[in-house]
């Protein structure tokens, strides 16, 4: 029964833990200025939960780097559902948010090693 009992609190105190994360993060969206370098932007955001590179059909690189500002679910692994995209054209950032990757740029996935 005590097993069960610290194992609960344990079970707790994570799942707390968790929301201040979120809450820094999304304070730090707000620091962010379009034309930021991306080095810049993740001296501010940290490392992101995932990031894509695309080539823009004008040939421009485009990468997205997600970070996670939602708990929807309560699992390990983040879901792009529970991350706010930060979006760069070569290197500088243009803007974030669902909408601006839904806004029909043509983009083409560029093949990582």
Do not use: F, H, N, Q
């Given at each position: 029964m005590m097993k069960k009992i610290?194992?609960?609190?344990?079970?707790?105190?994570?799942?707390?833990s968790c929301t201040p994360a979120l809450v820094k993060t999304n304070s730090n969206l707000i620091t962010l200025k379009p034309g930021m370098a991306q080095d810049d932007v993740t001296a501010v955001m940290g490392v992101?939960?995932?990031?894509?590179?695309?080539?823009?059909?004008?040939?421009?690189?485009v990468s997205i780097l997600y970070y996670r500002t939602e708990e929807?679910?309560?699992?390990?692994?983040?879901?792009?559902?529970?991350?706010?995209?930060v979006v760069f054209i070569n290197g500088k950032l243009v803007g974030w948010g669902?909408?601006?990757t839904a806004s029909g740029i043509n983009l083409l996935k560029v093949k990582t090693r």
């Open positions: 610290l194992i609960l609190i344990a079970i707790a105190i994570l799942l707390c992101p939960v995932l990031s894509e590179l695309y080539e823009a059909a004008d040939g421009k690189m929807k679910k309560t699992t390990v692994l983040s879901a792009k559902e529970e991350c706010t995209p669902d909408r601006l």
